[in-house]
């Protein structure tokens, strides 16, 4: 039987051939362990962590006006990484076109380690929603790591007839177009996760993009619309106050922060819908400054204090590798491209 060895590692005794002698066995090592030497000679050199880096303020760029979930996440990650690093991160705000204005920035910046931005979900959206991107949501930047999800709370306005998700069902179904749904704005992860939904069920309802949650939220307890999903940080306190109804979170289980709100799927009708928070780096960003990057962001996740602070708003505290990110990234940019198709949503852009 032929004993397992690992790939380099050196033969013992009873691997060598019996009546093999100790020249035959060193000329044979030599022989094999050119072409292995020839291969490192020409593999590229990986280039190491610059000298004195990091030696001024490092800038995130944050897609987004102040206040909101992509802000609460790059701050929730910022502050702490410029202590572990040494030097502050500051915030350069640059809301607008779903956050391509700021990514778009991020692109054209210098890979030296010194410009970073955080993104959502909207930013695995935008290649199917906008034709005329100026620039590769994946093959431009860096994915650093993911930072947190947030898994959704379908709410409706408290005069709405259905009191759970089945209901909900039922309802829209025998109503098809009857009803209006609301958003943060067009191509927001609120708005894929009710076209997702509807695709799944056959539904049929109006969509109202607005501005941003809060106005949304405004006119859903105005009964301007009767549904919209968004981040429980947004809208159970509304639920509490008796403002809107919830008809569950989108998710599997119940979440740490919320445990008194019931998923969709206690309603009878499971359904998971997020939105995401993410770090990138711009394209050509050497490996190593990633790898730091990666490794101090995983650290301020895995603190006490910051996963309570995440848990408490319904948000899961990210973690992984680079290459992780890189790999959830393309699976959402994969997994809105069939939502948009389906649901035939075409953005100028």
Same mark, same amino acid.
């Given at each position: 039987?032929? &004993? !397992? ?57 944050? =897609? ?18 410029? &202590?572990? #690093?040494?030097?502050?991160?500051? !915030? @350069? ?79 829209? &179904? ?37 501005? =941003? ?8 307890? =105005? ?44 309603? =009878? ?19 190593? #400054? ?33 290459? @992780?990110?890189?790999? !959830? ?21």
């Amino acid at each position: 039987m032929t &004993r !397992f060895r690992p790939k380099g590692a050196a033969a013992s005794a009873s691997d060598v051939p019996q009546g093999e002698r100790p020249a035959s066995i060193a000329r044979r090592a030599l022989v094999g362990a050119l072409p292995a030497a020839a291969l490192l000679a020409a593999a590229p050199r990986v280039r190491a962590q610059p000298a004195g880096w990091p030696n001024k303020p490092i800038r995130m760029i944050v =897609g987004y006006t102040p206040g909101g979930f992509t802000d609460n996440m790059a701050r929730t990650v910022g502050e702490p990484l410029g &202590r572990a #690093l040494g030097q502050p991160v500051v !915030f @350069d705000y640059k809301p607008g076109a779903n956050s391509m204005i700021g990514t778009e920035m991020l692109v054209k910046s210098a890979p030296d380690g010194y410009t970073l931005t955080t993104v959502i979900a909207a930013h695995s959206a935008n290649p199917s929603l906008y034709p005329k991107m100026a620039f590769d949501a994946q093959a431009d930047v860096v994915p650093v790591a993911l930072t947190g999800i947030a898994p959704l709370i379908l709410c409706a306005h408290p005069g709405f007839p259905p009191t759970t998700s089945a209901e909900l069902v039922e309802y829209v &179904r025998a109503r098809p177009g009857q009803f209006n749904f609301g958003s943060s704005g067009q191509g927001a992860a609120a708005h894929l996760a009710m076209e997702q939904f509807m695709a799944q069920h056959g539904l049929k309802m109006q969509h109202v993009p607005y501005k =941003g949650t809060q106005p949304a939220l405004t006119d859903l307890g =105005g009964g301007q619309i009767q549904l919209m999903f968004d981040t429980p940080l947004s809208l159970v306190p509304q639920v509490r106050a008796g403002r809107i109804r919830s008809l569950g979170i989108a998710n599997d289980k119940r979440l740490g922060g919320y445990p008194d709100v019931a998923t969709m799927g206690e309603g =009878g009708v499971p359904f998971t819908a997020n939105t995401w928070s993410m770090v990138l780096a711009p394209a050509k960003t050497p490996r190593e #400054l990633v790898q730091r990057f990666n490794a101090e962001i995983r650290k301020i996740l895995e603190s006490a204090e910051v996963r309570t602070r995440l848990e408490s708003t319904g948000i899961v505290p990210g973690s992984g590798s680079a290459e @992780d990110a890189a790999a !959830f990234l393309a699976s959402e940019v994969e997994r809105n491209a069939k939502v948009v198709k389906t649901a035939g949503i075409r953005l100028d852009g």
